[in-house]
């Protein structure tokens, strides 16, 4: 299944927000199940989105726990950020509250929207083709709303959005390609970076050199 898509559409890079399925009730018994953030996974996303930010189509792979919530939950909330920190972070490893991140409950959907996101958009499953590796899932608007301005990219956070990218790709380019993109990059931050976008390069860069083929 390979939905038709419109000239206008285009790829939308964020984060992506979804739940584990609760446990089972004990003994039988019903209940409302409480929105646990322990039960939280954030990931950074890039669906195509059309321009009425009404169809979001998305392709995790099946190893992926976004892949795995939204099967099981049918339910997810896709954000608008422009920390590239959090971004970078999410790239590579498991961020959760814990981060110093807030969440609050979403309108329609279960689930957790980021805090300290300018948009989001409450998704509900509508089709979902797991056929392959690599996923295709069809999600619908359900609800949205903006928390705050958007503040902007400059060079340097389109850099790190690029290196984040980047290094979710290890295991299919190798460490060698990727670092040495990285140093184009770096050139690019060093010049109109702020901190946080130091920081960001750091991080990703350790964990590329870190990395085991």
């Avoid at 976004?66 to 954000?79: E, I, S």
């Avoid at 969440?103 to 805090?115: Q, S, Y």
């Amino acid at each position: 299944m390979k939905p038709p898509l419109d000239p206008r559409d285009f790829i939308l890079e964020g984060v992506m927000t979804t739940l584990r399925p609760p446990e089972p009730p004990q003994g039988g018994t019903t209940s409302v199940v409480p929105l646990d953030a322990a039960r939280l996974n954030l990931a950074p996303m890039g669906p195509v989105v059309n321009p009425e930010f009404t169809r979001f189509i998305l392709r995790p792979f099946k190893t992926s726990t976004t892949y795995q919530n939204l099967k099981a939950t049918g339910d997810g909330v896709f954000h608008i950020p422009d920390d590239a920190l959090l971004i970078a972070r999410a790239a590579v490893r498991a961020v959760a509250p814990t981060d110093g991140l807030a969440f609050i409950p979403a309108k329609v959907v279960r689930g957790l929207v980021l805090a300290n996101a300018c948009r989001y958009y409450e998704l509900k499953v509508v089709e979902l083709d797991d056929a392959q590796e690599r996923t295709t899932i069809v999600a619908q608007t359900v609800a949205s709303g903006t928390l705050r301005d958007f503040l902007g990219f400059n060079r340097a956070r389109h850099a790190v959005l690029e290196a984040a990218i980047l290094a979710t790709r290890l295991k299919l380019t190798g460490a060698p390609v990727v670092l040495s993109e990285y140093a184009k990059l770096q050139v690019i931050v060093d010049k109109t970076g702020a901190e946080a976008e130091h920081q960001a390069m750091a991080e990703l860069t350790r964990f590329v050199q870190a990395f085991k083929a």
